[in-house]
């Protein structure tokens, strides 16, 4: 039981290019989310989905895209990279209501 | 809007030395209460949750922590701390459906031998 998988660890991306941080979770969980953890900010919500098909922003969604066509994945999104966006990723999964399970996270750098 | 307050950003505690480490929070409703431990370069791990019932909620690797309402606080607390509970600790809050948390800034915790 794998939990919640995501690739890669680390990124290096110059400002304006594009790409996707993936995330799988195999515990067959509605409810998942992405957070970005800065320091001295604790950990922020950017974009969540309670099912497949379903998405919604959270507290800092600007910047990043989101699509859930399978319960298993839910892949974000980085338009046009901006050094603002250097942090750490970190994805979540969760029957609702339950608790959260995340992932080890993916460390991102944009220069 | 839900928001949750951790005053101390750092803390040193002795080895064997009992811990407290303090969290606020502002919510509308009966809020539903996290503790979340993050080694370094790791995910964050749950600790202990309060949903309702007991306002003294036990958790993993000997930790506990009290809901009290009037306070609007949910401090965690450990008896005796080890050195592998060096880490950072985070208190959050959700909704009512236990989703869609918001975190404090964190305590990160360092245990002196």
């Known amino acids: 039981n794998a939990g919640v998988t995501q690739t890669p660890k680390f990124q290096v991306l110059k400002t304006g290019q594009s790409m996707t941080l993936q995330c799988a979770q195999d515990?067959?969980?509605?409810?998942m989310s992405w957070y970005r953890q800065d320091p001295g900010m604790g950990l922020r919500l950017i974009h969540y989905?309670?099912?497949?098909?379903?998405?919604d922003q959270g507290e800092v969604p600007n910047g990043y895209n989101v699509s859930r066509s399978t319960t298993e994945d839910f892949p974000l999104r980085l338009l046009s990279a901006a050094p603002s966006q250097t942090s750490v990723y970190f994805c979540?999964?969760?029957?609702?209501?339950?608790?959260?399970?995340f992932g080890n996270g993916t460390r991102l750098t944009v220069t | 809007a839900q928001s949750v307050t951790q005053p101390d950003i750092h803390i040193t505690v002795s080895e064997g030395a009992s811990l407290e480490l303090r969290c606020n929070y502002s919510y509308g409703a009966t809020p539903y209460l996290f503790w979340y431990v993050q080694s370094p370069g790791q995910g964050l791990q749950l600790l202990l949750k309060y949903f309702s019932g007991d306002t003294l909620v036990q958790g993993i690797k000997g930790f506990e922590a009290e809901f009290k309402r009037s306070q609007s606080s949910f401090n965690l607390r450990k008896p005796s701390v080890h050195w592998s509970d060096a880490a950072e600790y985070f208190c959050?809050?959700?909704?009512?459906?236990?989703?869609?948390?918001?975190f404090g800034t964190g305590t990160r915790l360092a245990v002196r031998p």
């Open positions: 515990m067959n969980h509605e409810y």
């Open positions: 959050a809050v959700g909704e009512s459906s236990g989703d869609k948390l918001t």
């Open positions: 979540a999964s969760s029957y609702a209501g339950a608790t959260l399970h």
């Open positions: 989905s309670v099912g497949a098909g379903i998405t």
